[in-house]
């Protein structure tokens, strides 16, 4: 069971400013770093922010991450259409031993 | 280039077992952490287990613990999930991934499906 909570759906039009948040806890989120996965629907999940607030090499610049306390947050500054797809968030929790995922995030581009 | 090409997936009762393999090409694979991560469908994903580099450090989720074992063969650049006791709640598609030094998961296989049914 996921213990990171996103809410599970936002929208935008093109070129919008779009934020997904992620909730955890002390034992996952407030102790380790948080990273971003994307996955269009029907392909495998492609990492989008490491380390916080990193990007892979390829990943767009208005993607961008950031943590504070228990919380991280996931931002893109202009929604484009082939953004559109499910996010992820995930850390190592230490209270499991295990990393965990969030809900997930669905993505719609109006 | 990276490259995670898993197998062994398939339709099989409750109570079996199945291997899955991960054949992994493009980079230093005894330097790297593999993991498998699993996706129920319509649902989100789920992480299922992780071994170090030299094999001293297995992790799994809860729900799989004492059912599926993680290995890995560093001479063939392969990882396996050997999976016992199948239910019908671990029906997914199953994700073999490399983790990073931040535990992100940078490179992921395309999934092989796991159906448990009589």
């Known amino acids: 069971q996921s213990v990171l909570t996103q809410s599970p759906s936002t929208s935008g039009t093109p070129g919008q400013r779009v934020t997904i948040s992620c909730s955890g806890s002390g034992s996952n989120i407030g102790r380790n770093t948080v990273n971003w996965y994307q996955q269009v629907p029907g392909t495998a999940p492609k990492l989008l922010i490491y380390?916080?607030?990193q990007r892979p090499t390829g990943v767009p610049d208005r993607f961008s991450g950031s943590k504070s306390g228990t919380s991280a947050s996931l931002a893109n500054s202009g929604l484009q259409s082939e953004d559109e797809a499910d996010y992820y968030c995930?850390?190592?929790?230490?209270?499991?031993?295990?990393?965990?995922f969030g809900t997930g995030t669905k993505v719609t581009v109006l | 280039e990276v490259q995670l090409v898993e197998s062994g997936g398939g339709l099989v009762q409750p109570g079996g077992s199945l291997i899955l393999s991960c054949a992994a090409s493009g980079f230093s694979f005894s330097d790297y952490w593999m993991s498998w991560v699993r996706q129920a469908p319509e649902k989100g994903l789920e992480w299922v287990a992780n071994i170090k580099q030299d094999k001293s450090e297995k992790y799994y989720v809860d729900s799989v613990k004492g059912r599926f074992v993680i290995s890995r063969d560093d001479t063939s650049n392969t990882v396996y999930l050997q999976m016992n006791d199948l239910s019908a709640e671990d029906t997914a598609v199953y994700y073999c991934?490399?983790?990073?030094?931040?535990?992100?998961?940078?490179?992921w296989g395309q999934g092989t499906l796991v159906s448990v049914s009589s």
């Open positions: 380390n916080n607030n």
């Open positions: 995930a850390a190592w929790d230490d209270s499991v031993n295990g990393y965990v």
């Open positions: 991934t490399r983790a990073g030094g931040s535990n992100e998961f940078d490179y």
